[in-house]
């Protein structure tokens, strides 16, 4: 932890990927950064790390999926930049199970196709030749060779090794010197910079800062399976997709199975009901499923907004920048929050497709 009197040009608080990658991007701008790091995993530690930005968002999700589309034209290269961050580019396959899903399928493959992106409805047959692992009754499939997924856990590993990082320093609130933002306070001492970066997913809800400065930021819960296959890789090689869950292979024999979606607070016991559902969920798509071996069971917090969208940009406080309520998205949308806060950092406004997510939609609004 620094002394009180040492200060920074950005200090950003929270320790996860889109905070580490806000600080990196920021010190490649010029500024001198520091992350301030709670040290307890957040949200990205159980995150299975698709990068699906048609299929992630909802059809009236406009503004989110124009986020994602603009996060995901930039994986390559944000990755291509940083030691084995756990990219993996083998695409998607998108399932159903009875005729509704199978005409939810249709309806998707029609909206990508107007969007100008790839996808190809594939038969019954043509899915489990792919995949083998698929079960016989499956109805219809879509492969997306441009859906992706990256492991969480190996990409805060490399962003780590880009930044300097406070570990364990908890921040409590901000140092605030009359409508400007001049520090970051934590039990261990002050951190001055000249600019905040508030980074800290569902946390941000525990620190003390001015009520009209806020954004509400509520947690949602999320269980996830990590499972193992004794024998090693090859259950299934691209990630699949259903309704209710998706399946998620690292590549070394580990798979993410998930993810539930719980209003519950503050909560993060796992719990059997919430296994049950992913298990048997999974299991009618991919039965294989049920031979592997639970490495882990665990369950995490997404921050969410009121709308669902991000805060990414200035906030009410000179010298505030926000990039947090990332809902099921935060590392999808990784590469362009990072990009969007070291320009606001740097004095350039948001460009008019980020607006939307401008935290300053939400003043006056409770958290």
């Known amino acids: 932890m620094a002394a009180q009197s040492e200060s920074f040009d ?23 950064a520091v992350v301030i790091d709670a040290g307890e995993p957040g ?36 990755c291509a930049e940083l030691e084995d961050p756990g990219l993996r580019s083998v695409g998607t396959l998108v399932v159903a199970r009875d005729r509704d899903e199978a005409e939810a399928l249709d309806r998707l493959a029609e909206f990508r ?24 009754t499956v109805r219809l499939a879509l492969e997306i060779e441009g859906d992706h997924s990256i492991d969480p856990r190996k990409l805060v590993a490399a962003l780590r090794n880009k930044v300097t990082v406070y570990d364990h ?4 609130g901000l140092l605030v010197d009359g409508q400007r933002v001049t520090g970051v ?34 947690p949602v819960k999320g269980q996830v399976l990590r499972l193992r296959d004794r024998s090693g890789p090859g259950l299934v090689e691209r990630t699949i997709r259903g309704e209710q869950a998706y399946f998620v292979p690292r590549g ?50 997404r921050p969410a907004t009121p709308d669902n969208l991000p805060a990414i940009g200035p906030g009410a406080l000179d010298g505030l920048v926000w990039a947090t309520g990332h809902f099921r998205n935060g590392i999808l949308l990784t590469p362009v929050t990072a990009d969007l806060v070291a320009a606001v950092l740097a004095g350039e406004p948001l460009p008019d497709w980020a607006a ?12």
């Not at 939307?356 to 958290?367: E, I, M, T």
Request: with cysteine; charged share 25%.
């Open 169 to 172: 320093a908890r921040a409590t």
């Open 113 to 136: 196709r107007g969007l100008g992106l790839p996808v190809e409805r594939l038969r019954p047959s043509q899915a489990r030749k792919l995949e083998p692992a698929l079960a016989p």
């Open 252 to 301: 070394d024999g580990r798979y993410v199975l998930g993810a539930t979606m719980e209003e519950r607070g503050w909560d993060t016991t796992p719990t059997a009901g919430g296994v049950y559902e992913l298990l048997r969920d999974l299991s009618e798509l991919v039965p294989g499923v049920f031979e592997l071996e639970i490495e882990e069971l665990i369950a995490g917090l």
């Open 10 to 32: 950005v200090a950003v608080v929270g320790g996860g990927p889109i905070g580490l990658a806000c600080a990196w991007r920021a010190e490649q701008r010029g500024a001198r």
């Open 43 to 78: 949200a990205w530690h159980v995150a299975a790390g698709m990068l699906a930005p048609v299929s992630e968002a909802e059809f009236g999700e406009g503004s989110l999926l124009q986020l994602g589309l603009e996060s995901a034209r930039r994986y390559a290269d944000f």
């Open 356 to 367: 939307p997510a401008n935290p300053q939609r939400f003043a006056g609004v409770a958290a």
């Open 185 to 218: 306070i934590t039990p261990e001492g002050t951190v001055r910079a000249d600019q905040v970066v508030i980074a800290a997913g569902v946390d941000v809800a525990k620190l003390d800062l001015p009520a009209a400065a806020r954004v509400p930021v509520r």
